[in-house]
């Protein structure tokens, strides 16, 4: 184990729902149940400044793909806009009528995507705040989102163990894939789509039977107990470093490129950075101790 320790940030009185990377990597946003966002600087650990106006605890934040926006959302049934130079809200929007568990910016910026307990995902536009359209179809929460590169397709996770694909542009579904995850990445060439344990090959698209494994993700995640890459289990976490055990909100980790930010029950943010020249390919067990280089 190698590098130099990074902080622990503390600050929040409550346990962490999730954390997001600003695009830069200059910023670090967390949000808790104690109803509040924090900004960071995750170089220094100092804390840029605390977000408050919500009513209910805050379960996801993002950022636009500018960084010139912070989306937060929130069990209050409501979506905050911030700017995270100032910290001066800009807009609440509000249509949900159940807590609002996940948000996302399209690539461009011009759409943002709320998903919520009340079974539906609805796309906003973040200059206005108008509400674009309501995507009904899962028959419970909605807890995770992705847009896919080319703004035109948007991945909706809900507790009915479904993973809904969505035309953008019609607010149509095209598919629904018997696939319970709480996680979802598009490929950078949108040919695929990763959730916790599959690998969805949109190319296959018309295969009649929803079968369209072509693989397992490759990407940095955690999963209550262990950090993974992958379906691999490359390290155990001990109590206080699990995500906080919650099935309606996302996960309370981000990366940016090779360093996890895991939010904790205790209400603190550490890090993890990895060498992924490092990391071995195939199955495995254990990682090997030269992987890691930061764990604080």
């Known amino acids: 184990m190698s590098g130099t320790p990074r902080r622990t940030l503390e600050g929040h009185s409550n346990w ?50 500018d960084g010139k926006l912070l ?45 919520s307990g009340d079974k539906t995902v609805r ?57 319970p995850t709480r996680r979802l990445l598009f490929s950078s060439s949108g040919q695929s789509l990763e959730t916790d344990t599959e690998i969805i090959d949109l190319r296959l698209i018309a295969d009649k039977n929803n079968r369209l494994l072509a693989g397992t993700p490759f990407y940095l995640s955690a999963s209550q107990n ?17 995500p906080s055990r919650d099935d309606f909100s996302p996960s309370c980790v981000n990366t940016l490129d090779n360093l996890i930010a895991l939010g904790h029950n205790s209400g603190r943010v550490s890090f993890i950075q990895f060498n992924p020249d490092a990391i071995p390919h195939g199955e495995c067990p254990t990682l090997h101790e030269d992987a890691i280089v930061i764990l604080r």
Do not use: C, M
């Open 71 to 115: 989306a937060s959302a929130s069990y209050d049934h409501t979506v905050r806009l911030w700017d995270p130079t100032t910290g001066a809200s800009r807009r609440t929007l509000k249509g949900h009528s159940g807590g609002v568990l996940a948000v996302a910016f399209s690539p461009d910026g011009k759409l943002l995507a709320s998903a």
């Open 226 to 242: 262990w950090i993974l890459f992958g379906t691999q289990r490359l390290l155990w976490l001990p109590v206080d470093f699990r």
């Open 16 to 65: 962490i729902a999730a954390v997001a990377f600003s695009p830069d990597g200059k910023l670090l946003a967390s949000a808790s149940s104690d109803k509040t966002v924090r900004l960071w600087d995750p170089t220094t650990g100092a804390s840029r400044r605390t977000l408050e106006g919500h009513s209910e605890y805050v379960r996801a934040v993002a950022f636009s793909p």
């Open 123 to 179: 796309l906003w536009d973040p200059t206005t705040g108008v509400s674009r359209k309501t995507l009904e179809g899962h028959s419970e929460y909605v807890r995770a989102l992705a847009f896919s590169p080319n703004d035109k397709l948007l991945a909706s996770a809900s507790g009915d163990k479904t993973v809904q694909l969505w035309d953008v542009r019609t607010g149509h579904a095209i598919r629904v894939f018997n696939i």
